[in-house]
Structures are given as C-alpha cells and as structure tokens.
C-alpha cells in the first residue's frame, strides 16, 4: 500500500490536557519545571521532579503492598502496579517515556527501532526490532515471540482477566482462539499480524486507531518465548526481558527479582538496573506496612493507594517525614457502580435515588480528605484526560451533600417509595473503599435503603464483581472501584468501563454492565477522529451519556499521600503510569 508515513507517537501529550496542573495539588512550592531534577526532597516535589536523582548501583529495593498481586503473566496484569512492575521485567515495541511531567505520556521505542511506520489509511502498523535483543536465558527476541505472546491475549478460557484491547483490535473476524488451540503448526495462525522475518512485525487493523501503539505498550505486547509457556501457570515464572528476573514468585506473600545478565542497556534507555534485587512483600495488615515505611525497614507501598489513617496524620504533623510524601492527583476516580442487572437497581431511577442520598463530604472524608483523598468527583471523566469538564456536575455533587428531597422523589419514580434492600460489594483489604462503603451505608439508610457490606479478598476482583454471573448471583448492587486510564485518552480511561464489547465473563470492569448503541457509537467514532480536539468531544459526549444513565456514583478525583523511604532515588510520579516508576528506582545506601 502506498503512502506511509512515521506515526507521531511524541503527540501523546497533545491528547490530554496536561496533568501538570492536575498534579501540583497538596503544595504551592513545586513550580519548577517538570522535567528538572533534585537531590533534595519536600511535599510533594516528586509530582513534578525526579527527587535524589542518582546512578548508584547495588542494594535491595524492599516493596512492599496490602494486595497480591492479580498476576505476573503479562496478558493477565491489569492493576496499575503490576502494568508498573511489568516494566521490570517485560518489555514492549514501544513504553512511555521515563520522564516526570507531561513528557512522561509520550511513547518512545523500547523493543522496537523506531516508531511504527503507518498506512496511509491508518489499518496497517509494522515494527522493526532493534538488533541484540535477548530473553533473559541469552535466546534472542523475535518478532514471532510478540506474537505469539499478543496470540496468548485471545486464550481468555485459559487466561482471562487481563485487558482485551489488542484481541479486539486483532481478531478481524477469525475468531482466533489462542495458541493452545491453536491448529497451525507452529501455534502462530493469528492472521492479522505477520512476521515476515524475525526483526519485522506487521499488524493489520480493521479500522485506523490512533490509540493502537497505547494498546501494544501494555504488558500484553511482552514477547513469550513459546518453548517456556506454562500457560496458568506462566506468572510462577515469566521469562525476562527486561533487567530484572523472577528468582522466586508466591503467590499471597510475594516476588524476589534479581538482575537479568541478558539485558543490555545499549538497547534499552527507558530503564535503569541499579539495585541488586527487588523484593515484594505482600501483608493483610496496611498499618504496619506503614509504619515500616516510616522505619525506613520498607521503601515503597507498590500498590500506591496511600497510607492509612495513623500514618497520615504523623506524616502531615512532622514536617521530615512531610519531605518524602506526595499527594499528585493520579488520573483515577474512585466511584461505586450501580449493577444493572441486580434489581431493584435495574431501574434507572432507583440507581438515581443512590447517587442523590449518598453524601459527596463523607465518601471524600472517607477516602482521606482533600489532601489524601482528592476533589469531589462531579462526573466520570477525571480532569487529566483531554474532553473533561471538571465543572460538568449533573447531580449537583460539588455542593458537597446528600439531596434527600431528590432521593426520595427518584424512589417514588422507582417503586419503592419506603427504600429497598441491596448489597454492597468492596475490597477488604482496602481500608479507604471499606470505609467509603460505611459512609454509603449510612448515607443511604437516611431515605430507607439498607445496604449489607459484603467485603471480598481484592485479589478476586475479575472473580467476584468482575464476574457478571456472580454480581447478579450474589445481588451485588453497588460496587465499590476505581479506575484510571489504561492509556491517555477518553477512550483509554472510560471505554473500559462504559462500553458494551468490554463486558467480559470474568475480569469484567464494565461493572453496571453498560452496553448503550449511543455511547458505543460515540466511542468507535472517536477511534475513527484524527484530531485529537474531535476525538475527545465524542469522548465527552460519551461521558455525558455515561452520567445520564445513572450507572455510577463518583466519589473522587484521586489523590492518594504516598511515602518513600528517604534513601530512594530517581523517586518521580509517572504520568503514564499514575504512579512512582519502579523501573527508575535505586537505593543510595547500598543495603
């Protein structure tokens, strides 16, 4: 086909609004230039700055969550950290660029050359790999390994869960089944993406989208050696090739990483391999992962979440411990999703009598306050993504209280004048989601709706509320969430939980189960808009939909204080990410 040319991926920041702004809240101190660096910390500094930045090699990197992780298989990570931990030890054609500030939404090449060239109808993508690149056991990455790893993506009765982005995207009507029933020889009869040799990749779209280099930049992009598939059981032990490997994977307490001899800085800038080992610990009790991160016997909360209550209040009453604490806002919304399959909140005016009753003040109190819980959330675009309208309040929820008047009129409407009965559904292991379901709780008990707390192990998330089956089983009416963007557009943060082709079996985050023509329409249009300004009205359009069906109760636009260990370096908040980017970090210690 005639007519390529060199997709832009270096735009990306013209797609947002520029999360600089966004990401200052806590401080009025920060306002250097977001691609500086500095050896001396203060609230809130790594927002915008790389804070203690260094070169220092050796040193163990203690992380440390109050979650499991949901998988260390590439095609299955969905949760925002371990997409982060991913960069450690999977690498992709293309990654965001380890930067601070807007820069760190652009795009640069990882396994890949250079950006792709494009089609001059926007369908068709080709890689070229760089040369010398390696699995960590010395066999070389080819561009058949990419495949096959993208083909792993399509086995979802094997290995579900993780984002469906890119088997969306590729299946172009074959109905590909993955690689383990897989009829070609060599297990690589996906159609749509040709290896013509071992340095080249071609994709084929069915349709132009500008979002196609975010999807191949998730972990399911990752090369997999075929010969070292293990299919469920591949998170035990992915092959590395990043610079770190796995030495040990267990599952419920945590990861030992140590250096890949295999990886090869010459082709790879994006990434650092300072410390010796990286260990993960995983814990059930967040308070006292806290205050080992006040102790210094922890270096990072790996989740991101923020700390607890306790924690909280000695971080903001000592003014050294205030030095290596951050409160950016990180692109999430925290929110409740009303199920539109469990009655009586099948009917929209009871799901409206929901929004109305709960109370705005007590859910952001619950999540922390403004400082480390964020601004009231007022609709489902958060104010980092370009076509958002942080003033776009249509329940009126930047006044900051329940609307008891206008709860109790949406259950006349309803049928059921007096209340109804229903659950609610959140992650026991969050303290802040459990207590905003208290306050939820309490709110709604003032207009007659009684709401049972039905909590659940957060490593069960796909199984539990990401199952359909079991929400409408177990008459999950509310679920408590959050979200932020799988990549930095309207659609890479609110098409994954508002339009109809992402309901999934398990692992679903379309949690009302929206599934709306007019706001599909309006998501494959703005695929489809070349201009990224056109692109997010049809986002926005979309959003407004999204809020006119009554399907979510926004809580906040995210913040969350974190807490490093002092001793860290190169400690930034990645926009791409929304989080500290691991593959940076180091220890100046040398312990």
């Known amino acids: 086909m005639a007519g390529k040319t060199k997709v832009m991926v270096a735009s990306a920041a013209a797609l947002t609004l520029g999360l600089t702004a966004a990401c200052g809240g806590g401080s009025d101190?920060?306002?250097?230039?977001?691609?500086?660096?500095?050896?001396?910390?203060?609230?809130?500094?790594?927002?915008?700055?790389?804070?203690?930045?260094?070169?220092?090699?050796?040193?163990?990197l203690n992380l440390w969550s109050p979650q499991d992780a949901d998988s260390f298989d590439p095609a299955i990570s969905y949760y925002a950290w371990t997409i982060d931990m991913n960069r450690l030890y999977s690498r992709t054609l293309m990654t965001y660029t380890p930067k601070p500030g807007k820069d760190g939404l652009i795009l640069s090449p990882d396994l890949a050359q250079a950006a792709p060239e494009v089609s001059a109808d926007g369908k068709t993508y080709t890689f070229k790999l760089k040369s010398g690149i390696k699995f960590d056991d010395g066999s070389p990455i080819t561009s058949k390994d990419i495949k096959?790893?993208?083909?792993?993506?399509?086995?979802?009765?094997?290995?579900?869960?993780?984002?469906?982005?890119?088997?969306?995207?590729?299946?172009?009507?074959?109905?590909?089944?993955?690689p383990y029933k897989d009829k070609d020889p060599n297990k690589l009869g996906l159609k749509t993406v040709e290896t013509p040799d071992d340095s080249t990749i071609v994709f084929h779209l069915q349709a132009a989208n500008a979002n196609f280099p975010y999807e191949l930049a998730l972990p399911g992009g990752s090369p997999i050696p075929q010969k070292?598939?293990?299919?469920?059981?591949?998170?035990?032990?992915?092959?590395?090739?990043g610079p770190y490997m796995f030495e040990s994977v267990q599952p419920g307490k945590g990861a030992t990483l140590v250096k890949n001899p295999n990886w090869?800085?010459?082709?790879?800038?994006?990434?650092?391999?300072?410390?010796?080992?990286?260990?993960?610990?995983?814990?059930?009790?967040?308070?006292?992962?806290?205050?080992?991160?006040?102790?210094?016997?922890?270096?990072?909360?790996?989740?991101?979440?923020?700390?607890?209550?306790?924690?909280?209040?000695?971080?903001?009453t000592n003014d050294k411990l205030k030095q290596t604490a951050y409160n950016p806002?990180?692109?999430?919304?925290?929110y409740a999703a009303l199920a539109t399959t469990v009655a009586p909140l099948d009917n929209a005016e009871c799901r409206k009598a929901v929004i109305y009753a709960s109370d705005p003040t007590t859910l952001q109190t619950a999540r922390g306050g403004p400082i480390a819980g964020g601004d009231i959330a007022t609709n489902m675009l958060p104010p980092n993504?370009?076509?958002?309208?942080?003033?776009?309040?249509?329940?009126?929820?930047?006044?900051?209280?329940?609307?008891?008047?206008?709860?109790?009129a949406a259950l006349q409407a309803c049928g059921k004048p007096t209340g109804f009965s229903t659950k609610i559904a959140v992650r026991n292991n969050k303290p802040a989601e459990v207590a905003t379901a208290t306050a939820l709780q309490a709110a709604l008990k003032a207009v007659g709706i009684n709401a049972d707390i039905f909590q659940y192990d957060g490593k069960d998330v796909g199984t539990v509320v990401g199952s359909p089956s079991v929400v409408k089983a177990k008459g999950l009416g509310i679920m408590i969430s959050g979200w932020g963007a799988d990549f930095p557009t309207g659609y890479g943060y609110l098409a994954p939980i508002a339009m109809g082709k992402f309901i999934a079996p398990s692992g679903n985050?379309?949690?009302?189960?929206?599934?709306?023509?007019?706001?599909?329409?309006?998501?494959?249009?703005?695929l489809s808009e070349k201009d990224a300004n056109a692109a997010a009205d049809d986002y926005k359009q979309a959003n407004e939909k999204v809020m006119e069906g009554d399907y979510f109760v926004p809580f906040v636009f995210d913040k969350a204080l974190n807490y490093y260990n002092p001793r860290l370096t190169n400690v930034y908040f990645h926009q791409g990410l929304a989080m500290v980017d691991f593959a940076s970090l180091g220890v100046s210690d040398g312990k």
């Open 329 to 334: 806002n990180n692109g999430f919304i925290r």
């Open 385 to 408: 993504i370009l076509g958002s309208d942080p003033k776009y309040d249509p329940y009126g929820r930047a006044q900051g209280k329940p609307q008891i008047d206008k709860a109790k």
């Open 228 to 241: 070292r598939d293990t299919g469920d059981k591949y998170a035990l032990k992915p092959a590395s090739s």
């Open 509 to 526: 985050y379309n949690l009302p189960e929206i599934n709306d023509p007019a706001i599909n329409d309006l998501f494959t249009k703005g």
């Open 29 to 60: 101190d920060n306002k250097g230039d977001n691609n500086s660096s500095t050896n001396g910390a203060s609230f809130n500094a790594a927002a915008t700055q790389v804070v203690n930045a260094s070169d220092k090699k050796g040193g163990t």
């Open 148 to 178: 096959y790893g993208i083909e792993r993506i399509f086995a979802q009765d094997v290995l579900p869960n993780g984002p469906l982005y890119l088997m969306q995207e590729l299946d172009g009507g074959q109905k590909y089944p993955g």
């Open 264 to 316: 090869d800085p010459a082709t790879d800038p994006n990434r650092k391999q300072l410390p010796d080992k990286i260990v993960l610990t995983i814990t059930t009790n967040a308070d006292d992962m806290d205050a080992r991160l006040i102790a210094g016997t922890a270096d990072l909360d790996a989740s991101q979440s923020g700390v607890q209550t306790q924690a909280r209040t000695q971080i903001l």
